[in-house]
């Protein structure tokens, strides 16, 4: 602790005597200053322990001693200390009055104890305090730089809380928590996830505190990690305002949470280039190999149903890629399921377990953006937001290529249909139809068409209508005919004229089945 009115009091070779404010001598003393002038005040700072002899003061007036003694109150003076022997052989009683109304500890200093060793003293205390944290500091240090390495960052946040006196807890790069020491930490951690999500939109290194009639204590909230995006971050919880040794320890433990964090920015890599080649071993119709490869990191994956996840940037502008990276990775890791993400050129491609939590992520995640383009001008999109992801059929390593063109059809409808993500299953168990609304089938069925509408508009026959009946009866010329109320003759000539204008045969089932689509395709305008 620093040095207090009351350690000084207590310190056997100055002989203070207290004479007003024996109440309250347990207020730290920052310095101890010595001056004879009139007003001091505009030389001090607070928390001084002011030493004078009333050289230049009426001490002996009792109105000057009661401004005298508001002025040095109003300055954050913590005491006073009057010498007897110099220029009053006792302390006045006007000044000890003043000193008793206003709140200030008045201190008599005798003859025999010269400014200079309560200056020492003070000096020397506060030092020794100082010499205190930075020793208890670096044995915090010690303990959390073994913590982390026996134990981990749980063992971290362990040992941290107990150095503060209070709690820790450690956030993903999502802003979840995961992990908390001691463990009932973890509902007011969980309160905290808005004030971090605030503290990640900062560059890192960044840091806030957290306080109010809301929280049950004091909660600094720090920032890891070196890059633009922060990886995680801390959050330590303490009754009061850390102190020395409790700021050391604050330090180290964020200084090896980072080196934690960017260590494992590295071994990410590395197991996104490990992932990208049992990626392409999968595509390449390779299980057994990627099996091999995938060892213990991908292994389990590889064990069940799995989902493959294509995703593209919607725009030009941003990385939206990155965000769903980190939502699809962070559920795996709190889940403890297998993930594969492997950013591939302009796009990401992860594999993850079928309903598991990093698919369902994935979806909320979609779900989430959806609402915001649904909110409107009034809530501009960002770059995060201008996503689209295409979600294969569950399936096993054998028919992963299979996989990957569902993902890549589901993720081109869901551009068409200007959807954030579509699963492969909503097309299987749709109908054909809305895919005709796209551009380019449009255009395909009016080329088709054509001639047909062109011959129609001349008044020399009505082979659409014919047609389009024809095709409906599955080629029953009476059926047809009757519903058309012709004789089948007559529709009969009217398909060898489409034949004719055409150039193609009806027998052909390929035309059939074009023709039928081109008619929806032209009826769905």
């Not at 990410?268 to 099996?291: K, T």
Request: negative net charge; aromatic residues 4%.
């Amino acid at each position: 602790m620093p040095p207090t009115l009351a350690s000084l009091v207590h310190h056997s070779a100055l002989k203070l005597t207290v004479r007003a404010g024996e109440d309250r001598l347990d207020v730290p003393v920052r310095w101890a200053h010595v001056s004879e002038l009139a007003d001091p005040v505009p030389y001090m700072e607070g928390g001084e322990l002011l030493l004078i002899t009333a050289l230049k003061l009426d001490a002996e007036d009792p109105e000057a001693m009661r401004r005298y003694v508001k002025r040095l109150a109003g300055a954050g003076v913590v005491g006073l200390g009057f010498a007897v022997g110099v220029n009053y052989d006792e302390t006045p009683k006007a000044l000890v009055d003043a000193a008793g109304e206003g709140g200030l500890p008045l201190l008599e200093v005798p003859r025999r104890t010269p400014f200079l060793a309560i200056s020492k003293a003070v000096s020397a205390a506060i030092a020794a305090d100082q010499y205190r944290a930075v020793t208890a500091g670096f044995a915090a240090q010690r303990e959390l730089t073994k913590q982390a390495l026996t134990d981990g960052p749980e063992g971290l946040l362990a040992a941290l809380a107990s150095q503060v006196d209070g709690w820790a807890a450690l956030y993903d790069a999502s802003g979840a928590v995961v992990a908390t020491a001691p463990e009932w930490a973890g509902r007011r951690a969980a309160r905290l996830t808005a004030d971090v999500e605030r503290l990640r939109e900062r560059p890192a290194p960044a840091s806030s505190v957290v306080g109010g009639p809301e929280h049950e204590d004091r909660v600094e909230l720090h920032s890891l990690g070196t890059g633009r995006r922060p990886r995680a971050a801390l959050a330590v919880g303490t009754a009061a305002a850390l102190g020395t040794a409790e700021r050391y320890a604050v330090h180290s433990a964020i200084a090896l949470l980072t080196l934690t964090t960017e260590r494992s920015r590295a071994l990410h890599a590395a197991e996104q280039r490990l992932g990208a080649a049992v990626l392409r071993m999968l595509l390449a119709g390779e299980p057994d190999h990627a099996r091999t490869v995938a060892g213990d990191l991908y292994g389990a994956l590889l064990d069940a149903p799995f989902r493959v996840i294509v995703a593209e940037p919607a725009t030009t502008n941003g990385d939206p890629l990155a965000g769903l990276a980190e939502v699809i990775e962070s559920a795996g890791a709190r889940s403890g399921e297998a993930v594969l993400v492997v950013p591939e050129g302009e796009r990401l491609v992860a594999l993850a377990a079928d309903g598991g939590a990093a698919v369902e992520a994935c979806a909320e995640y979609a779900a989430a953006v959806e609402a915001a383009r649904a909110t409107g001008p009034e809530q501009p999109l960002t770059d995060e937001d201008e996503l689209v992801v295409g979600l294969s059929a569950p399936v096993g390593p054998i028919a992963a290529a299979a996989a990957y063109k569902q993902a890549e059809q589901a993720l081109s409808v869901a551009r068409r249909r200007g959807r954030v993500a579509v699963e492969h299953e909503q097309l299987a168990a749709g109908s054909v139809l809305p895919l005709l609304a796209d551009d380019a089938v449009k255009a395909f069925a009016d080329g088709l068409l054509r001639p047909l509408y062109e011959h129609d508009a001349t008044g020399r026959g009505d082979l659409v209508a014919s047609l389009r009946a024809w095709l409906s009866r599955h080629g029953q010329w009476d059926a047809a005919a009757a519903d058309l109320g012709v004789h089948r003759h007559t529709l009969r000539y009217r398909m060898r004229r489409v034949e004719e204008i055409l150039g193609r045969s009806l027998d052909d089932p390929d035309t059939r089945m074009e023709l039928w689509l081109a008619l929806k395709a032209t009826s769905a305008e």
